[in-house]
């Protein structure tokens, strides 16, 4: 049974930071492309980064550029994303994403995505 468990979630000040954790277990996932989205109170889930395979190819959305980093580690079959400098505006429950296909590219829609983590909470206050 594939499942994918995230961590690291919490309650930060606006400008810090946190590291969240995406641990994969009954399947290994280091030839899938992954994501994190994230999704607020009354808004649809949305796109966060999505890394390839191998993790040299990398997209973010425009919220997360230059604040977010998502990375993995294969051997683990981890991925990781370290937020810096957050803001109010990123409380949202955070979810990791796998894709079943294997590829080298990697994927922003959530359709795209077959397995998800149950999610870690956010919070980001003033």
């Known amino acids: 049974q594939v499942q994918l468990v995230e961590s690291g979630g919490g309650l930060v000040q606006a400008g810090g930071s946190l590291r969240l954790s995406c641990a994969a277990s009954g399947r290994t996932f280091s030839v899938n492309p992954m994501g994190w989205f994230r999704q607020a109170p009354g808004k649809e889930r949305e796109l966060v980064a999505t890394i390839n395979w191998s993790g040299d190819s990398t997209y973010y959305a425009d919220s997360a550029k230059g604040r977010f980093t998502m990375s993995r580690d294969n051997a683990k079959n981890t991925v990781y994303l370290q937020m810096n400098n957050l803001k109010p505006e990123d409380t949202a429950v955070y979810y990791c994403?796998?894709?079943?296909?294997?590829?080298?590219?990697?994927?922003?829609?959530?359709?795209?995505?077959?397995?998800w983590g149950q999610g870690t909470q956010v919070t980001v206050s003033l």
């Open positions: 994403a796998a894709r079943r296909l294997s590829s080298a590219y990697y994927y922003t829609r959530t359709y795209e995505y077959d397995y």
